[in-house]
């Protein structure tokens, strides 16, 4: 019974949300749309679970000492500051206290984070040149091409855009055919295997 | 007795009704006047001929709130005094009175789509199973003309979009490859499939990790449980844990959405289970840190770090981070095999992971670490989809060269 | 000081805590890391609940809830509890005893989820592709061109490049089929790669090269402007140097 039931959970809502994309009747889009909206709701409850397993392991951490403790401590005071300060709706509203920290503490770390990507593109471009492979040469002398097409360098420009349109429009767009048709099929492989219960790692082991 | 002057004075009375008369004469007669004159200068912006033919019917795949009309062009439409502007379309429930516009189209134009809600309660609401009637109005400038009423139609849902048949059959052809191969898988039959350096490294990173000591790293990638690439990754995850579990190398998953970490919970612990050493299995070794892209990167770069993990493996769906999250575990000193089938991410892991599983070799994966048959025989399935892709490709491109368009028209999909 | 000067100041200090970790990992970067943390897990919930969660979850069920009470009818609101029950299945994690409840709601995200992909790419990446792919090939002989610009340099350069690009383009069909069952030949997985297979999937590792070495370079610019929009933070909006 443990495993026969999410098997069948697992086979009807496979069939009927794969059947209502060619059966274009008003209950089976009604059941659609509301099973779309229950995994939403799952969803929020299962950040409980998440929150907890953060909180869970963080506490270990400062009760056993563990090498940086303090560092947890101040993930669970930005923890609960926020869900104290985020308790009504009208937290979210600007010029609040909650959105203040985020617009003033969060916003500013991602943009530095994503613009670390500027150090890291650097770097890996260097080490893909110093790989000295012909796929490795392929791949910056294209993108060497690509960079070049946004940047003024007179008549040179003019025969660089013309080359870089064609990289774009024919060679790239092949690959990116032949990767997508690839991707779709590993995907409805394993959609299938899902739904008619042959792969079943994600469901545990009792 | 002081007399009151309108009711009370019966000569001015007749005075004043005499003026009030003139009054409402001489504006009648200049309306009327204006009136035939309008009627006469509109009289000379001549009416076009009405659309006749008008004919209202079901709209096909739908959900049964849908009619479609058509009609003939009104024979001034292009031609003749060639007047016509636009049609409109009017609807009522009744085939005399209660006509309402749904809808205007341009002059040419001879079919309308009267697409209407589906809840009670919006204004634009068009129920099944209930007749309605049309007219058509051909509109030229400030003058119209209008067709008879169309014959009653009602709307009704669709049993099968047939404008999707192209897919049905593509679904119903692999779903047949599938079970196929599968069921070949489990008569015993021999399934070769090429080997993928990727892959093969993952052995060869746990048993450098276990010499070494130090971590596993396993990122099951920012996707959701909804994507199919995030379970993908768990189903590796699974094969990797089982592996990690026999060499008894401590393996750290840590997850960006709450779902996903209760999957990875139950994947390693299913792999701990089938290596036999469920005891062996640490619940904090999967744990959720923030669903917040940025936020989830700076914490696993520094568990990188602080950790000196000896394996970092990237599966799953990954966007902008991919690159961090790779660069870092190059300066930790760790050997990274990477998977994803989000193109824009793959340059990245390519230039800074030292294994790159492209698009579907992701989906293949959990089939190779397991070497499972039934899983091998869909892996086969694939493959007959390619061929079958080929051929379309070289039947529709040789189709196309001489010009016989309809092999293209097979692959159309109508929404 | 106002609060924005005090939140410019925090920005600041956190953004070069977080630069600080390229030198290597440092107490500055580790309290910024577990800062924003933090303060993002809380962030994310509070807004998924009152955006989502309330909207979604309990405000139908109130309204079913008072259609009851007032018109004693029951109202499909309620088919929102389904959402709920799977919800709280979830929560039963927490207990080991019947934690095993919680795999019903997997099943059911898991299978929906796969039932919804699965006719969706077989849509997109199937079919669209492949009625994309077919088109015309015609062997039409490009037409020469020749240079003239005054210098005899510029001129042979300029005829060279011009003829190449011209033929690059006149067959730009036959290169993007060819590319296309390259590709897939490079994926197919029940042969390996020798022969003249193994040449075919060669060709279509160069193709795949030339696509991720687009990429590459389309998302180095972006990735630069994020750069000089954080200095732009630190020396304009902090230090105000212009």
């Keep these: 019974m443990r495993w026969q039931i999410p098997l069948l959970i697992v086979l009807l809502c496979g069939v009927v949300v794969a059947v209502q994309y060619f059966v274009p009747l008003e209950e089976l889009e009604f059941i659609y749309e509301n099973a779309l909206d229950w995994i939403i709701i799952t969803g929020v409850f299962a950040m409980m679970l998440g929150l907890w397993s953060l909180f869970r392991v963080s506490i270990s951490k400062v009760q056993n000492k563990a090498p940086g403790w303090g560092y947890n401590l101040i993930t669970l005071a930005g923890l609960f500051g926020m869900l104290f300060l985020g308790y009504r709706v009208e937290s979210l509203a600007e010029g609040s206290l909650f959105m203040k920290l985020f617009r003033y503490v969060y916003i500013p770390i991602q943009a530095t984070m994503f613009s670390l990507l500027a150090f890291y593109v650097a770097s890996a471009a260097y080490r893909a040149f110093r790989a000295r492979t012909v796929v490795s040469t392929i791949l910056l002398a294209t993108a060497l091409i690509i960079m070049l097409r946004m940047i003024p360098l007179g008549f040179l420009s003019n025969w660089n855009q013309v080359l870089a349109n064609w990289i774009l429009t024919v060679p790239n767009m092949a690959a990116k055919r032949a990767i997508a048709m690839g991707v779709g099929l590993g995907m409805i492989a394993t959609a299938l295997k899902i739904v008619l219960g042959i792969e079943r790692a994600y469901m545990g082991r009792d | 007795m002081k007399e009151k002057l309108v009711f009370g004075n019966k000569v001015l009375l007749i ?158 052809i692999f779903t047949f490859f599938v079970v196929l191969f599968i069921n070949m898988a489990k008569k015993g039959k021999e399934l070769y499939v090429r080997p993928i350096a990727g892959i093969d490294a993952v052995d060869e990173a746990i048993g450098r990790a276990t010499e070494m000591g130090r971590p596993i790293l396993y990122i099951v990638g920012l996707g959701s449980a909804a994507d199919l690439g995030t379970i993908a990754s768990l189903t590796i995850l699974n094969r990797v844990a089982k592996k990690v579990a026999e060499y008894q190398t401590p393996i750290l998953v840590p997850c960006a959405d709450p779902i996903v970490m209760t999957v990875a919970q139950e994947s390693v612990k299913a792999g701990y289970y089938d290596a036999g050493r469920p005891d062996a299995y640490k619940e904090d070794s999967v744990w959720y840190i923030t669903s917040m892209q940025f936020a989830y990167v700076s914490a696993v770069n520094g568990l990188m770090l602080r950790e000196r993990t000896a394996t970092n493996i990237y599966m799953g769906v990954f966007y902008a981070e991919s690159l961090l999250l790779a660069e870092t575990g190059n300066v930790a000193g760790s050997i990274q095999i990477s998977g994803t089938d989000q193109v824009a991410q793959i340059p990245f892991f390519v230039a800074a992971t030292d294994y790159t599983l492209i698009g579907e070799e992701l989906y293949a994966a959990s089939a190779y670490l397991g070497k499972e048959p039934l899983l091998l025989g869909a892996i086969k399935a694939q493959d007959w989809g390619k061929i079958l892709i080929m051929i379309s490709l070289v039947l529709g491109v040789l189709a196309a060269s001489f010009h016989f368009d309809f092999f293209v028209k097979l692959f159309q999909v109508k929404m | 000081m106002s609060s924005e000067v005090i939140g410019i100041w925090i920005g600041a200090i956190l953004t070069l805590g977080i630069f600080s970790f390229l030198y290597k990992d440092n107490p500055f970067y580790k309290f910024s890391e577990a800062l924003f943390v933090g303060i993002s897990a809380g962030y994310w919930f509070v807004v998924t609940f009152w955006q989502y969660f309330v909207p979604k979850f309990w405000d139908n069920l109130s309204l079913a809830y008072s259609e009851l009470l ?132 060669r060709v279509g590792v160069w193709f795949l090269m030339i696509t991720f070495g687009a990429l590459f370079g389309y998302t180095v610019m972006s990735r630069m402007s994020l750069l000089i929009g954080r200095m732009d933070y630190l020396f304009g909006i902090w230090l105000g140097l212009y």
């Design chain 2, 15 to 172: 005075f004043f009704l005499l003026l009030l008369f003139l009054f409402l004469g001489i504006n009648i007669t200049f309306a009327q006047e204006a009136g035939e004159a309008k009627a006469s200068v509109d009289s000379l912006a001549q009416a076009p001929a009405p659309p006749t033919n008008v004919v209202a019917r079901d709209a096909p795949n739908d959900n049964g709130h849908a009619l479609v009309v058509t009609w003939t062009l009104s024979p001034d439409d292009g031609a003749g005094k060639n007047n016509v502007v636009s049609y409109e379309i009017l609807r009522s429930d009744n085939p005399d009175t209660g006509f309402v516009v749904k809808g205007v189209v341009a002059l040419g134009i001879s079919q309308y789509e009267d697409k209407g809600a589906k809840e009670k309660g919006d204004k634009n609401y068009l129920p099944s199973h209930k007749d309605f009637y049309y007219r058509v109005r051909a509109r030229a400038d400030g003058i119209f003309s209008e067709s008879v009423v169309s014959a009653p139609a009602y709307a009704y849902g669709q049993w099968f979009h047939f404008g999707k048949s192209p897919i049905f059959i593509g679904s119903v």
């Design chain 3, 70 to 201: 007032t018109k004693g009818r029951v109202d499909y609101h309620w088919i929102y509890l389904v959402g709920g029950f799977f919800g709280v299945l979830m929560l039963l994690r927490l207990v080991p005893k019947i934690g095993w409840l919680s795999r019903w709601s997997l099943a059911f995200i898991v299978g929906t989820t796969a039932g919804l992909q699965f006719t969706r790419y077989l849509e997109s990446n199937g079919i669209l592709q492949v009625k994309g792919t077919i088109m015309p090939l015609d062997l039409t002989y490009p037409k020469p061109f020749i240079a003239h610009t005054g210098f005899i340099i510029t001129d042979i350069l300029g005829t060279i490049w011009c003829n190449l690009l011209n033929i690059l383009y006149t067959y730009s069909h036959w290169v993007l089929v060819v590319g296309t069952f390259c590709g897939l030949i490079y994926f197919f997985f029940s042969k390996e790669h020798k022969g003249v297979f193994g040449g075919a999937a």
